[in-house]
């Protein structure tokens, strides 16, 4: 078979036009016919059916189609072991993460990373979970951050467990029903623990319907049953914790988000002490692609910093001093220690 830029061929199986796909590969809608025309001649088969608009795959295209991929990847593959071979560890990670992550994760991962590997740089892109797949799966960064999702989990991504964490609920500290709540709760791994009947109580501040988070509090709010007054989605975590200082409202908050969003005096954090607002954080990267060195330097890091964090949690995550008995002193919430 002749020599043949796979590109064209996927580019036009993408677009389903060869106008579309000449002009995003930035050459001659002409050249690109004799390619692909050169290309079925060797092949002894056409890979297209005309007839359609837009243009769809014969069977023998979708044989190739699984071919042109499988072919990109190796290629991809060897080169990013050659370049592990010849870079050591110098280069650029682009990683993709959610829209508030990067404040609670970063600070504690990157400046000692840094140190260590002063010649790896990093491009960071931030959005939703939908948005970090989308770039994952178009090449635009190696690896994003995501939480692990338990169903209709992509087939094309692998994932890496860095570490478990709980979802908590952020209430307005002086709320009198959540105190009174609290007056003889137990504690679940330093939190107080409420009834779900408080979400019946309090307007809910909810994230994005795109971002991760958001499908996670949904799934568990159908579980147990309760729909929420809901009083406004934000992509901004922060925000909603904001809302919540100033008594408008409750919001759900990753474990460490709490780290970074205390606000002493304001927020008091609670535990719903449900299995189903457990997930995991994990790295994610397209399957079957090889990992750089670099890639693999950094994800082992966060397993060990993450490991070491979690087995020596900061004292903002124990009961409070006037604890007697498991009974919660009200008034004092979370964010106050």
Known sequence: MAQFNVDFFLEIA???SF??????????????SQSIKRLENSLGTQLFDRSSSPLRLTHAGEM?????????????????????????????????????????????????????????QFE??????????????????DLVVVN????????????EILC????????????????????????????????PEILERLPLIITKPSQALTI?????????????????????????????GEGMGCTFVPEMGVKVCQRPGKVTYLSLNSPDLDWNLAVAYKRGRVLSRISSLFIDYMKEKLKKAK?????????????????YSPGRGYGDI
């Open 124 to 141: 960071l892109t931030e959005g939703s979970f939908v948005e970090l797949q989308a770039a994952l799966e178009n090449e635009l960064v």
């Open 19 to 32: 106008t579309k796909a000449a002009e995003r590969l930035y050459v001659s809608q002409p050249s690109l």
């Open 216 to 244: 996670k509090v949904e799934n568990y709010l159908a579980s147990v049953q309760i729909r929420p007054e809901l009083l406004l989605r934000t992509g901004n975590l922060t925000t909603a914790i904001n809302l919540v």
């Open 64 to 120: 190739y189609y699984e071919y042109a991929i499988r072919s990109k990847e190796l290629d991809l593959n060897i080169q990013t072991e050659i370049q592990n071979i010849r870079s050591g560890t110098a280069g650029c990670i682009r990683l993709g993460l959610a829209l508030w992550r990067g404040a609670s994760l970063l600070p504690d991962i990157l400046p000692d990373f840094h140190r260590l590997y002063p010649l790896i």
């Open 148 to 159: 692990t999702p338990r169903t209709s989990n992509p087939k094309h991504l692998a994932y």
């Open 14 to 16: 993408k677009t389903g």
């Open 164 to 195: 478990s964490e709980r979802i908590v609920i952020g209430i307005p500290t002086r709320c009198e029903y959540a105190q009174k709540l609290q007056e003889q709760c137990e504690y679940d791994r330093g939190f107080p623990v409420v009834s």
């Open 311 to 327: 087995q020596g949690r900061p004292a903002a995550a124990q009961p409070p001093d006037d604890r007697e008995g498991g009974r």
